[in-house]
């Protein structure tokens, strides 16, 4: 029905910057809240950002300051401005959208969906 595809994952010195997409297709009728996640190795999946519908946002401390989400709806697109990259912010990045589809019915259906993973790797 729907997938997010991420990109601009990939490989940064520290202070340095990276901005990821998430892009939604299928059928979408319209999306929520969209966030970003992301999982270190060995880590718990963390909550790194949220944005609603209505542009509200909301950060993790240990990126507040530096990293921005924003979005997109004609594109149906979240992004995640990442800024002053440190190595703790190593991880496979994931973004999430609570999307709402038409089911086999027509009836709407609200629904979670996850992109595929991008890495960011902050080394020097």
């Known amino acids: 029905q729907v997938q997010l595809v991420e990109s601009g994952g990939g490989l940064v010195q520290p202070g340095g910057s990276l901005r990821l997409s998430c892009a939604a297709s299928?059928?979408?009728?319209?999306?929520?809240?969209m966030a970003w996640y992301r999982q270190a190795p060995g880590k718990q999946r963390e909550l790194v950002a949220t944005?609603?519908?209505?542009?509200?946002?909301n950060y993790a401390d240990s990126v507040k300051g530096r990293f921005t989400i924003s979005r997109d709806n004609a594109r149906n697109t979240v992004y995640l401005q990442m800024n002053s990259l440190k190595p703790d912010d190593t991880a496979v990045y994931y973004c999430?959208?609570?999307?709402?589809?038409?089911?086999?019915?027509?009836?709407?259906?609200?629904?979670?969906?996850w992109g595929q993973g991008t890495q960011v790797t902050v080394t020097s």
């Open positions: 999430d959208a609570d999307v709402s589809v038409r089911d086999g019915f027509g009836a709407l259906a609200l629904k979670k969906y």
């Open positions: 944005i609603s519908s209505g542009d509200n946002t």
């Open positions: 299928g059928t979408v009728v319209s999306i929520d809240t």
